[in-house]
């Protein structure tokens, strides 16, 4: 198999050699360094690189972005190559020219890179290689490459194959998938042997799952082996940013913590492509990654974690002062504190055709495992917030046309600036304002979409992929009717919960009606809708679980 491709492109001949030579010492073994001086010569790479089906996992160009050549360079990696990172070579002085910075961030903005590296000094520039390798990594995962990837054999893309996709999807699990009459997939089954059945489960180590239940997948990512009467200071019922935030908070201080999750991990955040604004991510980072690297750090300070397990009734026992949660399976356990953090789910379309597609063209959340597939093709994304944003823009490095339904007057009435910006710069993504989707079918496969204006008046499109990330719902229906909500269903918090609160004591800002119970992230009523808010909410729940545990009467389990 012929090697990716590492591309550096500079005017400057003296960096362009440092730049070459410190690639070469720590890549040439894995990759192909191609160093060129020439935008012209790195274009015709670029196209032959292309034709002949060969990765290109790194651009690195050595130009000022307000140049006409580097900015067509980006922009035809990213039509030909669009899993490759794009970089700009900058010199470490570069931010005291303000013009330049100024180019250098609405490139950025607008997509065109993906960040920039400062020129390498002298050898080794490790500096120089973090960044660099950082852009590998993403690559890597983006192209299912890294070492603890699954393979899922299917017989094809939907039913029970793509069931098991979503779920590991959902835990933020590297995976890819195959066909089972392809090469690969014809491969994996004999390995597998006679017993295998389809769809067929191929793990790191290469052992095997034939068709697995969402529980033998729960074992799999390290559940607990058993939790039935066992008692923790602190059940997190939801793994999305607010949970994971408080579940590595409460277990780093030395809170006995359960997480408790029907899915797996991320929550909605998991559907973001690219988070370009979380602090301390200068170059962005993807819901998933972000959800799975808050999941190795709870566990590693000690939280257990119960994946695809639904949480069906929650009970006070006021004998011993605990909470009992009743799990879906019939087991159940107990705990002095529990922090709802279920979040909220993407409102279905409800229109009967294109449920029946769910799967096969009909997504609800984000195209990050689906993206690649869509290379060529005419896909939709409906909703106006940041989600539905992240979603285009990463569709658009595929899809040769990405329309972006909206209900509102605008972009800007539910989306951040700056993916505004990227979005009416990309000359592959249509803005339909005042529009909704009303209708669409397809022959076992989404083939046409309805849409309507404000006036009624239809059109109907042909369309391949239908992403859906409008309004969501809270998920609090199974709650007893004892936690206060609002009008909408989410939970009413500290003070809001008014009348309904039952003891001398006031609630802590979180508490809900429920002393002990807690609320955090998007299911809090007047919750902000942001990654950030909800970690921060998640972690400043543990500072009120500490007090309440000391006023509680017994020892804590830890």
Not at 94 to 123: C, K, S, T, Y
Not at 249 to 268: F, H, W
Request: proline fraction near 5%.
């Amino acid at each position: 198999m012929d090697l990716p491709v590492i591309i550096a492109v500079g005017d400057d001949a003296a960096v362009l050699r440092t730049v070459e030579t410190q690639l070469a010492e720590r890549y040439a073994a894995s990759y192909r360094i191609a160093s060129l001086a020439s935008d012209e010569a790195a274009a015709t790479l670029l196209d032959d690189l292309s034709a002949q089906g060969a990765d290109v996992a790194l651009l690195l160009v050595g130009h000022s972005v307000d140049e006409r050549a580097g900015v067509g360079l980006f922009d035809r990696a990213r039509r030909l190559h669009p899993q490759a990172r794009r970089a700009l070579l900058v010199p470490p002085n570069v931010w005291i020219d303000p013009a330049r910075a100024e180019a250098i961030r609405q490139a950025m903005a607008l997509g065109r890179i993906d960040h920039f590296v400062l020129e390498p000094g002298p050898a080794p520039d490790e500096v120089f290689h973090e960044a660099v390798s950082s852009f590998l990594v993403e690559w890597a995962r983006e192209r299912r490459l890294v070492p603890d990837t699954v393979t899922i054999v299917g017989e094809d893309w939907s039913g029970r194959a793509y069931e098991l996709r979503s779920v590991l999807e959902s835990c933020a699990v590297s995976h890819d998938f195959c066909l089972a009459d392809s090469a690969r997939g014809r491969e994996l089954i004999a390995k597998a042997g006679p017993e295998a059945r389809l769809p067929l489960m191929v793990l790191p180590d290469g052992s095997t799952l034939s068709d697995p239940s969402n529980a033998e997948m729960a074992a799999v990512a390290g559940a607990p082996d058993r939790i039935a009467g066992e008692t923790y200071d602190m059940i997190v019922i939801g793994a999305g940013p607010a949970g994971l935030s408080a579940a590595v908070y409460a277990a780093s201080e030395g809170l006995r913590v359960l997480v408790v999750d029907s899915g797996g991990i991320g929550g909605q955040a998991r559907s973001s492509s690219l988070i370009r604004n979380y602090l301390g991510f200068a170059r962005g980072v993807s819901g998933g990654r972000l959800a799975q690297q808050a999941y190795e750090q709870a566990a590693l300070f000690g939280a257990e974690f119960l994946f695809f397990h639904r949480a069906e009734e929650l009970a006070l026992d006021e004998r011993a002062g605990t909470m009992e949660l009743r799990i879906a399976d019939g087991s159940s356990v107990s705990a002095r504190t529990v922090l709802l953090a279920t979040g909220a789910s993407y409102r279905r379309l409800g229109i009967p055709s294109l449920e029946a597609l769910s799967g096969a063209g009909v997504f609800y959340g984000g195209p990050v495992s689906e993206a690649p597939t869509l290379a060529g093709k005419d896909v939709f994304v409906v909703g106006g917030g940041n989600s539905a944003g992240q979603a285009a823009l990463h569709l658009a490095r595929y899809a040769s046309r990405v329309t972006l339904v909206i209900r509102a007057g605008s972009l800007g009435a539910g989306m951040s600036q700056y993916l505004v910006s990227a979005i009416e710069a990309a000359p592959q993504i249509d803005v339909r304002t005042g529009t909704t989707v009303c209708g669409g079918d397809g022959d076992g496969r989404l083939e046409r979409l309805v849409l309507c204006d404000a006036a009624g008046h239809e059109e109907s499109m042909p369309a391949e992929a239908l992403f859906v990330l409008i309004g969501a719902r809270p998920l609090t229906e199974w709650l007893p009717a004892a936690v206060a909500r609002d009008a909408h269903g989410f939970l009413l918090t500290g003070e809001d919960v008014g009348g309904a609160w039952p003891l001398s004591r006031r609630p802590f800002p979180q508490e809900t009606s429920v002393p002990g119970v807690f609320a955090a992230g998007d299911v809090r009523s007047g919750s902000i809708k942001r990654v950030a808010a909800a970690v921060g909410d998640g972690a400043s729940v543990v500072q009120a679980v500490h007090h309440l545990l000391a006023q509680l009467p017994g020892e804590r389990v830890a």
